[in-house]
């Protein structure tokens, strides 16, 4: 259904940082760059599904309130290293990893990136 998603920044170097070790978990890379935008997929994907970028309108980043990125990981322990990650390279918690009531295996940890967007790593496996 979505073909990407964009989340914006108001200090991309910075965001870049954050994104490329906190994505890394699971298994997302930078695969494109350039002044104003930075964009992440999978080594397999023919595009970038994430795009982190300066707004084009040159007006600070801004964040949606009820807004939220969800991404998938293959396991709990993926879950579990994308929390350790974000909030090791300037994320702040939203919610530790654990068991959500949505259904028996939903599996997921809430992070804020650096500029305020909120994303969430979700397992849906059993463990």
Same mark, same amino acid.
């Given at each position: ?8 920044? $108001? +200090?991309? +170097?910075?965001?870049?940082? *954050? ?9 997302? =890379?930078?695969?494109?760059?350039? %002044?104003? %935008?930075?964009?992440?997929?999978? %080594?397999? +994907?023919? #595009? ?10 040159? =007006?600070?980043?801004?964040?949606? $309130? ?13 879950? +579990? ?7 090791? $390279? ?14 028996? $295996? *939903?599996? &997921? &940890? ?7 967007? =909120? ?5 849906? #496996?059993?463990?």
């Amino acid at each position: 259904m979505l073909l990407y998603v964009t989340l914006g920044t $108001n +200090d991309l +170097d910075r965001a870049g940082i *954050f994104y490329d070790r906190t994505l890394a978990t699971l298994g997302l =890379k930078r695969r494109k760059q350039d %002044e104003v %935008e930075i964009g992440y997929g999978a %080594e397999s +994907d023919v #595009r970038c599904r994430l795009w982190v970028v300066t707004p084009f309108n040159r =007006k600070a980043a801004t964040i949606g $309130n009820g807004s939220m990125v969800a991404l998938e990981a293959e396991n709990r322990a993926a879950v +579990d290293a994308f929390y350790a990650a974000a909030l090791a $390279n300037g994320g702040t918690d939203e919610g530790a990893p654990g068991l959500r009531p949505f259904h028996p $295996n *939903f599996y &997921a &940890a809430y992070v804020r990136d650096p500029d305020g967007n =909120k994303l969430s790593a979700v397992c849906e #496996r059993p463990e």
